[in-house]
């Protein structure tokens, strides 16, 4: 059984550039997370998506937007990228929305670096 | 805004030692709380978790001790092996939404 895939692993943009990110979850995940993760602040929330809606956001700006497609494959854009962005972003399926049933499956993230 | 603490921020170990991280919430709200495991160049993986009915959950060497009336919840390794050396994470939140320790670099010398 596939895990959660994200692309690119690695990634160098510069600033004010825009970068889009996907991740395609388990074959029968149909919620998607997204993740900011840091060394100073940890795992940051971004956003969920289920059945192509957004269902929870975090506390970024509006320069991080996502989707979901049809098959559950979701992307991540984020806009006039800041040095502060410079982040490994972490994408988490689960069966369901509710992650207390069965936490989440978490991709290997995609490694951001802003110059 | 709720934030999760962690600690220690790091632990070495020695192997089949006992590792005990330590994690506080502030929202009596919560009901939900994992543990996940991060290896290097990996995503974190969910270990075990808990809800605020039970003060103790054990499986295999991981064992999560909850107390409610402090808001804190601890996770203990028992037999700490090399193969546990990774970062852990304590999560508090409900079923659609956790907030996140800083994490603990755990490290169990052979």
């Known amino acids: 059984k596939a895990g959660v895939t994200q692309t690119p692993r690695y990634l160098i943009k510069t600033r004010g550039q825009q970068v889009t990110l996907s991740c395609s979850p388990i074959?029968?995940?149909?919620?998607v997370s997204w993740y900011q993760q840091t060394p100073g602040q940890g795992l940051q929330f971004l956003f969920e998506?289920?059945?192509?809606?957004?269902?929870n956001k975090g506390n970024f700006p509006g320069r991080f937007s996502g989707r979901q497609f049809s098959n559950s494959r979701s992307e991540m854009n984020v806009s006039t990228l800041e040095l502060g962005d410079s982040a490994l972003y972490l994408c988490a399926s689960s069966l369901v929305s509710d992650i207390s049933t069965y936490g989440y499956t978490f991709g290997s993230g995609t490694r951001l670096t802003v110059v | 805004q709720q934030q999760v603490k962690q600690s220690p921020q790091s632990l070495i170990v020695q192997k089949g030692g006992i590792s005990i991280i330590n994690c506080a919430y502030e929202n009596t709200a919560f009901d939900y709380f994992p543990w996940y495991q991060q290896f290097p160049g990996k995503g974190p993986a969910l270990l075990i978790a808990i809800r605020p009915d039970v003060s103790e959950k054990k499986e295999g060497r991981f064992t999560i001790s909850f107390n409610k009336s402090a808001k804190q919840f601890s996770l203990h390794i028992m037999d700490s092996q090399p193969g546990d050396s990774a970062t852990y994470f304590c999560g508090a939140g409900n079923n659609r939404k956790l907030i996140w320790g800083l994490g603990t670099s755990l490290a169990v010398n052979p």
């Open positions: 074959s029968g995940h149909r919620s």
């Open positions: 998506y289920f059945s192509e809606t957004q269902r």
